[in-house]
């Protein structure tokens, strides 16, 4: 009673379907997990302090976070529709095995939303105390949501917790699958991390550029520290987690490092390339560090690197698609920790912030560059999975939906989410512009923003 | 016959249970934007779009949560049912994602949005999902109940799957009731905010939906009698018809209630009324979840049933006292009532002075240090994880190092 791999001529579509639903979602989904923290932390000070100044922020970013958190919805219940609409092989046979996972997460997704509603309309009509507990909920259930829904790609990236006999999954273990596998603890804490730094870089480049336009005072100058702050902490840390990562790659997914490092044949003393483009088994025209490889991937100048003839071509992801995706979130990374050295640096030695206007400048381009990290280091890990769905055991092109139609659905999401992208672009240059609310009776934040 | 719910069972209850409680909390979303867009023009008219916004705004995202529910409990104990259904209804899902994006979109665009004409645009967003999504959902419930999907990968029809005689009576019907449902709602909701205007403005376009609801039921019943006789003679029949009777005095109750200006207890005969259809059609057409295919065919084994359970009733413990509060915040009012300026502030001076913020740094300078020696030079999981906890110590030391946010220029 298995689903049998069907023929579909638009997987290609289809995956580029789901690549794009994702791409939408991701960045939507670091703001639910960091924006609320960082909303929270605003509040504690004015709490603290008494200071109308924080209350203003805190209230004013309060809205960004209920727009973005609401595209947010919506882009994750599209995503999972489209889990049965193009991958019912997947679903029908693995379904029992990792669907735990997604209604675990599906808990946390209501208690977030609960109480974004409870924080957002709450503002001033809950007594200070209650108002600040309330969001409490929301921080937790970003970091449980993660959790879960990492816990579903880990498992797809090293599978485990059932049996396959012929086509058909028995002695299903959900937590063991969902829990016990190798690659939930590294997936968690980059992703976790990732959402505060693409949060915070985005944030902070929002004020940089005010600065650079000569738009700066103790408000703008606090709105931009307290998101700069968590991302430049949490960026070197992720450079290490990186690190980590990629060591458990070569270890569980030997054809995923291979495509990551363009390493054409099996060898001992594998070196390392910086740029360049895979052809013929080999990274042309890239710089080499000899060695740095197997030292890096193992601890050992001298270990063995599988290279991607281990397994047949049709086993092999698309090489240079993978290897770009993870050098160009590398670079951006290491950027980012530099950036961020360069902030704390300033903070600690000179206790007052970055002055120059090139530190600003370079601020600007973190913004958007964090994001096009997050999005390379996501087709780096999900392309870099390919042919398989399930790593090793079931390929894409068998979970595929056998309905015709493909483009046409893509057609009509691409189209939708560019309206929504325009959307989104609109709402957030709107809030910016809003007039400060002064004083000490603030605007019901339910209300439209009075703009003239 | 007797209703024997088992372990194979439970979670599908669960699951109609979410289907039943979205059909209510996001139908009366979805009617509240179908409203919106019979509003007309006008200051009246703009008057009903902004109680329908704001109406909804608090609740709308917990609403659509359930559809969420609804899918991943069906996935993870039905996967073969979802996969079929999914894939041979991949139109009318699409059509209705794209509703739901329009909604969503709309709602986000509200909170930036500023003057009549603005809104007016926005509000027309709503009311095209509020139209989509609604009747897709439904059409494609329809084609579950007329047996037009069977069990396998797109084994079914992409059209007539959702587009025939049961599924167009099914989504007209959604579409009625939940504009039935959303008048009910937000006659209550001006009835507490003390507006009489709306108050009457939505007892009459609920006393005039409730009749067309009744209406589209008896029609509904023939078309279905035609179309899908299998399932028509089972809603006749018990248990199936106790459910379907229940429903129809809920909404006979509801039209009396309105008409009596009981609103409150209307709110709650009104779910009813729409909880009881899902409940009839389950019964009717249990045990077959697909056409040859029963609900304990369909189920995933048995060890992951249990824990599906143990996640839905922990879940369950979590989630009921918070949709408590948000909804009694919501109902007694507290988020319609003026703004209270805060008083218990806590006055504090700046926290920790200099010397507490250079410890603070070379400890957290510490934490990354030897954070990172267990991180990359570690093997093992527990060499891993004291990395991780140490580089997180890193993170809040830091920010707690760096808490004078004043810092001067």
């Known amino acids: 009673m298995a689903f049998d791999a069907v023929a579909q001529q638009y ?409 929504l992208i325009v959307a989104v672009a609109w709402i957030l240059r709107r809030l910016a512009h809003a007039p400060m609310s002064a004083g000490a009776e603030p605007e019901p934040i339910d209300k439209p923003v009075e703009a003239t | 016959m007797m209703l024997g719910i088992g372990l194979e069972q439970l979670p599908l209850v669960f699951a109609l249970q979410g289907v039943a409680l979205y059909a209510v909390l996001a139908g009366a979303d979805f009617g509240a934007g179908i409203w919106q867009l019979l509003a007309g023009r006008g200051e009246r008219a703009e008057r009903i779009r902004e109680h329908a916004h704001h109406s909804m705004a608090p609740v709308w995202e917990a609403n659509h949560v359930w559809l969420i529910f609804v899918l991943v409990v069906v996935w993870t104990g039905y996967p073969q049912a979802f996969a079929s259904m999914a894939s041979t209804l991949a139109v009318a899902l699409t059509a209705a994602g794209v509703g739901i994006i329009l909604r969503g979109v709309a709602y986000a665009l509200r909170s930036a949005s500023s003057g009549a004409a603005e809104a007016r645009a926005i509000d027309l967003l709503t009311a095209a999902g509020s139209l989509l999504a609604p009747f897709a959902l439904a059409a494609a419930a329809g084609g579950i109940a007329s047996r037009r999907v069977p069990l396998g990968n797109a084994a079914g029809d992409l059209w007539t799957s959702w587009l025939n005689p049961t599924s167009l009576m099914a989504g007209l019907l959604a579409l009625v009731s939940s504009a039935y449902l959303a008048a009910v709602y937000l006659a209550a909701d001006a009835r507490r905010e003390g507006d009489e205007e709306m108050v009457e403005a939505f007892r009459t376009r609920a006393l005039v939906t409730g009749s067309l609801a009744g209406v589209a039921a008896i029609a509904g019943a023939f078309v279905v009698r035609s179309d899908a006789r299998w399932i028509f003679d089972r809603l006749v029949d018990t248990p199936a018809v106790l459910s379907v009777g229940v429903s129809l005095l809920a909404g006979a109750a509801t039209l009396a209630l309105v008409a009596r200006r009981s609103l409150g207890a209307a709110r709650v005969s009104a779910a009813i009324a729409v909880a009881a259809v899902v409940g009839g059609w389950a019964l009717a057409q249990n045990p077959l979840l697909l056409p040859g295919l029963t609900v304990d065919q369909a189920a995933a084994p048995d060890n992951v049933m249990v824990l599906l359970v143990i996640a839905i009733l922990g879940g369950g413990l979590i989630l009921f006292p918070s949709l408590a509060l948000l909804f009694r915040l919501l109902l007694r009012g507290s988020f319609s009532a003026e703004p209270t300026v805060a008083r218990d502030l806590t006055e504090t001076g700046p926290t920790g002075g200099l010397t507490s913020a250079i410890t603070a740094t070379r400890l957290a300078g510490g934490c990354f240090g030897v954070g990172a020696a267990f991180l990359v030079i570690g093997e093992g999981a527990w060499p891993h994880a004291i990395g991780v906890a140490l580089l997180a110590g890193f993170i809040v030391l830091g920010l707690s190092a760096l808490a004078g946010e004043d810092a001067r220029e």
Not at chain 1, 298 to 309: C, I, K, M, R, T
Not at chain 1, 360 to 374: E, K, T
């Open chain 1, 11 to 419: 997987l290609d579509q289809a995956r580029q379907m789901q690549a794009l639903s994702f791409a939408v979602h991701i960045p939507l989904v670091c703001f639910g997990i960091a924006f609320p923290a960082m909303v929270m932390r605003a509040e504690w000070l004015w709490l603290r302090t008494g200071d109308e100044l924080y209350r203003v922020l805190a209230q004013r970013w309060t809205k960004v976070m209920v727009a973005l958190f609401a595209c947010g919805v919506v882009t994750g219940t599209i995503l999972s529709f489209e889990m049965g609409l193009l991958w019912p092989g997947f679903m029908g046979t693995f379904g029992a095995v990792f669907g735990l996972g997604f209604a675990l997460e599906g808990f946390s997704f209501f208690v977030e939303a609960i109480f974004i509603g409870i924080y957002v309309y709450g503002w001033n009509r809950l007594s200070p105390r209650a108002h600040f507990l309330s969001g409490i909920p929301i921080v937790l259930a970003g970091l449980t949501g993660s959790l879960f829904v990492l816990a579903v790609n880990s498992w797809m990236n090293d599978p485990g917790g059932f049996t396959l006999s012929g086509s058909e999954v028995t002695d299903v273990r959900p937590l063991r699958a969902l829990f016990a596998n190798g690659h939930l603890g590294y997936e968690l804490v980059h992703m976790y991390l990732a959402g505060f730094i693409v949060t915070g870089f985005l944030v902070a480049a929002a004020y940089a550029v005010g600065r650079l336009r000569g738009q700066w005072g103790r408000y703008e100058r606090i709105a931009l520290t307290i998101p700069l702050t968590v991302a430049a902490l949490a960026a070197p840390v992720q450079l290490l987690v990186g690190d980590w990562a990629a060591r458990e790659v070569a270890k569980t997914q030997p054809t995923k490092l291979a495509a990551l490092e363009g390493v054409g044949h099996t060898e001992k003393g594998a070196a390392l390339h910086l740029g360049g483009w895979y052809r013929d088994g080999e990274v042309k025209a890239g710089i080499p560090i000899p060695k740095g490889l197997s030292l890096l991937a193992f601890h050992d100048p001298n270990a063995e690197v599988q290279g991607l003839d281990a397994v047949p071509a049709a086993d092999r992801p698309p090489v240079n698609v993978v290897r770009v995706s993870f050098q160009v979130m590398v670079s951006i990374g290491t950027f980012l920790a530099l950036l961020s050295a360069w902030y704390l640096f300033t903070r600690v030695r000179r206790r007052r912030v970055p002055s120059g206007r090139w530190f600003y400048r370079l601020l600007v381009l973190a913004g958007p560059a964090s994001l096009v990290a997050l999005i390379a280091g996501w087709v780096t890990t999900e392309v870099g999975r390919q042919p398989w769905v399930v790593y090793g055991v079931m390929r894409t092109e068998q979970a595929v939906t056998g309905a015709g139609g493909i483009p046409v659905g893509y057609a009509t999401l691409a189209s939708i989410y560019a309206c």
